[in-house]
């Protein structure tokens, strides 16, 4: 027999799971940089880190919402061109089969490489961060979006077929929906990849930025500093995880009914 509340338990054991985790990682670690005197230039501590996150908290603020908003230009860049060219290559099983293996080619190409060819195009700046945010997540979307239609059963097309519909209907009403599992999984694992891309690209081709600010903190030898970059970086990208999260399970609970 089910235990009353244990839902409500394991939903709340669910969400605190993470924290807990964390609390207990960042506890071993400031064990560790105390009991063995771990100089803050080798191995920063947690409390040295949030010291210096507020001691820098105006120009970290300044950078992370540079960084922010060059990588939302670029994942909305991505998102337009990953549906568009997802759309159009899934629709048609032979250009699915054609473009598949060289998109897939594309994306095994180290984005970093780019960074330089695109600074000569466009000069030092936003312009190539935010193309490398976009080189480095159109491909999930793309994919994810093209193989969602290209699934589509062919015995639900035959039936739609033999009940009126026309190929472009099926791919609009049915294949677009059924790949919105498919799009939001993208979306979570892009917007990840969107704040790596232009963090390099700003660490290579920037006066601005949360790259930027690492490759100064690392070159004055303020570690905590760079740390706390990557902490900023961290929590952005997953503050935007959890809003896609929390838009997927509102949008595509059908797709979850079962848990």
């Known amino acids: 027999m089910k235990?009353?509340?244990?839902g409500k338990l394991n939903k709340a054991a669910t969400t605190l799971a993470p924290?807990?985790?964390l609390l207990v990682i960042l506890g071993i670690w400031q064990f560790i940089c105390s009991?063995?005197?771990?100089?803050?230039?080798?191995?920063?501590?947690?409390?040295?880190?949030?010291?210096?996150?507020?001691?820098?908290?105006?120009?970290?603020?300044?950078?992370?919402?540079?960084t922010f908003w060059v990588t939302m230009v670029g994942f909305a860049i991505a998102v337009a061109v990953g549906v568009t060219l997802g759309f159009v290559i899934g629709s048609?099983?032979?250009?699915?089969?054609?473009?598949?293996?060289?998109?897939?080619?594309?994306?095994?190409?180290?984005?970093a490489a780019f960074v330089p060819v695109l600074v000569v195009w466009f000069?030092?700046?936003?312009?190539?961060?935010?193309?490398?945010?976009?080189l480095i997540s159109f491909f999930p979307i793309m994919v994810n979006i093209a193989t969602g239609l290209a699934t589509l059963e062919p015995e639900l097309e035959d039936v739609l077929r033999v009940l009126?519909?026309?190929?472009?209907?099926?791919?609009l009403k049915v294949g677009l929906p059924r790949s919105m599992p498919y799009f939001f999984a993208s979306l979570k694992v892009a917007i990840t990849l969107a704040f790596v891309g232009s963090t390099?690209?700003?660490?290579?081709?920037?006066?601005?930025?949360?790259?930027?600010?690492?490759?100064?903190a690392g070159s004055s030898m303020k570690m905590p500093l760079a740390f706390a970059g990557l902490v900023v970086i961290g929590a952005m990208a997953m503050a935007m995880y959890e809003?896609?999260?929390?838009?997927e399970k509102r949008t595509t609970a059908w797709a979850h009914r079962g848990k």
């Open 243 to 247: 809003l896609f999260a929390i838009i």
């Open 35 to 66: 009991v063995w005197q771990v100089s803050d230039f080798i191995f920063p501590s947690p409390m040295s880190i949030i010291q210096a996150m507020v001691e820098f908290s105006g120009p970290i603020t300044q950078h992370a919402l540079s």
């Open 123 to 134: 000069g030092i700046g936003a312009g190539p961060a935010i193309l490398t945010a976009f």
């Open 92 to 111: 048609s099983p032979m250009l699915y089969a054609a473009a598949y293996p060289l998109m897939t080619a594309f994306n095994a190409l180290p984005k």
């Open 3 to 6: 235990k009353p509340f244990s």
């Open 164 to 171: 009126g519909a026309k190929r472009m209907d099926i791919l």
């Open 200 to 216: 390099v690209s700003e660490m290579n081709a920037s006066n601005e930025g949360i790259g930027y600010l690492l490759v100064s």
């Open 19 to 21: 924290w807990i985790l």
